[in-house]
């Protein structure tokens, strides 16, 4: 059967509303269901309010995200008073939890569809079966398949696109649930991979995410990804980037092909997560400070100029103030653009959550302001070095913090704000810069 013109006859013309959450994986899942929604003929809207169909598209990563979660599913019971028609949705990695199956089962009742983000294709169907048979329907069912490849997608962004290369993740650190909500890894088809980036670039679009929880593990790993990349630099596309590497998988390969490429952006995202040994091993990390720094020294002698961004978790459980200095001393060591720093956040049935902590919640904040401190700082430092430099600038939309500028994204990621006009969505511009801050820079564009 097919359950998209099925579904079709039953809603076309209702609107439809899709929250997503999390990372760009969890998006480019959200663009393929929002593809979906179309083509069974829902016209999608930014009002939740007035949607007769909602879907959130959860993320488990930290307790704050689900937070939001139950939040929302809160507020759209009230819209289903309001709205007895309205069909409730969630998808994404929350329902990968066997405790949030259980209490969207038992309490949150107004929940009517729930499929597995290794499930998304089977979204028409489990509707159909919702609309026709008047009941709830769950499939969560472990899947560690591949999405086909014929699925359509709905860009949010006509110049940019991600296109995920692999799925899941087998590395367990002990903090983290994505390999228990995600499963286990598995490779798209390179075939399908080259295909859809050449569609992509045929259809005007001017940058590619390669994404993946650790792209270096594509095809087994090995050289495999670097190979990859030297596939889609030959697409010619305008600009390519890749997340997230794991440092113990990041192979000397892969920096040789960026390093050669003109196309593949120099930047890099190596999360690192701490800067002490103890605390990595504990962490199942499976390398260290100094492998770590020898990665970093490497990639900078191949790509002098390389942008490096990295993810901390502070607190993780057994931390002492001793082990968090270490931390700090490695950001001073790098010199990282930009991080991402999180406090850590227990996940259940990860091992961490059993490991007793040293440090209290006032200690652990204390220390993540700390790091914060030190990291602006050294962001301040690097974009002051832009000052009267000229930059490639992919022009993104008007600036969020200040409607009187055009915001677009340097090769190596920093946000750089320009007076502009609106047709410079999607062109790619020389931008000089003409004051930094410690976040972004702010520049004229000029003619190239
Ligand atoms: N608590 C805090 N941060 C976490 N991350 C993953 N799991 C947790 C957790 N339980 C962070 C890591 C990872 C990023 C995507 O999220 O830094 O690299
Ligand atoms: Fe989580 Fe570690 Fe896998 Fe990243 S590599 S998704 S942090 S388990």
Redesign the pocket.
């Given at each position: 059967m097919n359950y998209i013109e099925e579904v079709r006859k039953l809603v076309a013309g209702k609107k439809a509303y899709v929250r997503t959450y999390g990372?760009q994986l969890n998006e480019n899942d959200g663009e393929k269901i929002i593809a979906m929604l179309k083509a069974m003929g829902y016209l999608i809207t930014d009002n939740a309010e007035e949607a007769d169909f909602a879907l959130l598209n959860t993320c488990a990563?930290?307790e704050n995200a689900e937070k939001k979660t139950y939040g929302a599913i809160g507020v759209f019971k009230h819209y289903k008073e309001l709205n007895p028609g309205l069909v409730v949705a969630m998808s994404g990695c929350m329902t990968g939890e066997e405790h949030v199956i259980e209490s969207l089962r038992k309490t949150y009742r107004h929940v009517d569809v729930v499929f597995g983000a290794n499930n998304i294709e089977a979204f028409p169907r489990l509707l159909f079966l919702h609309l026709t048979e008047a009941r709830r329907v769950f499939d969560t069912e472990y899947d560690d398949s591949v999405p086909p490849a014929n699925l359509p997608t709905a860009r949010a962004f006509p110049f940019k696109s991600g296109v995920p290369v692999m799925y899941g993740c087998n590395n367990f650190c002990t903090?983290?649930?994505v390999p228990y909500v995600r499963g286990r890894e598995r490779s798209r088809d390179e075939a399908d991979i080259i295909n859809e980036i050449k569609a992509l670039r045929d259809d005007g679009c001017k940058e590619v995410m390669l994404l993946g929880q650790n792209v270096n593990s594509f095809g087994g790993g090995g050289d495999a990804f670097a190979n990859l990349l030297k596939k889609v630099s030959d697409t010619g596309i305008e600009r390519i980037r890749f997340m997230t590497s794991h440092p113990k998988d990041l192979s000397p390969a892969v920096l040789e092909v960026m390093a050669e490429r003109e196309n593949i952006c120099k930047c890099l995202h190596l999360?690192v997560?701490s800067g002490n040994n103890r605390v990595l091993e504990s962490m199942n990390r499976r390398y260290t400070r100094e492998k770590y720094l020898s990665i970093v020294k490497l990639a900078r002698e191949k790509m002098p100029g390389l942008s490096i961004t990295t993810?901390?978790?502070v607190g993780f459980p057994g931390e002492t103030n001793e082990e968090f200095v270490d931390t700090l001393s490695l950001l001073e060591e790098v010199r990282f653009d930009a991080i991402?720093s999180?406090?850590?956040?227990?996940?259940r049935g990860t091992p961490a959550e059993k490991m007793p902590d040293v440090l209290s919640v006032e200690e652990k904040k204390a220390n993540f302001e700390k790091l914060l401190e030190v990291q602006n700082r050294i962001s301040g430092e690097i974009n002051e070095t832009y000052l009267g430099k000229t930059v490639s600038v992919l022009c993104e939309g008007v600036s969020k913090t200040d409607a009187g500028n055009m915001s677009g994204r340097t090769e190596g990621g920093k946000i750089v704000n320009f007076p502009g006009s609106q047709d410079m969505i999607g062109k790619i511009l020389e931008v000089k810069i003409t004051e930094t801050k410690t976040w972004n820079l702010q520049g004229e564009a000029v003619c190239r």
């Open positions: 990372c990563i930290r903090y983290c649930i999360p997560q993810d901390i978790i991402f999180f406090i850590y956040s227990p996940r």
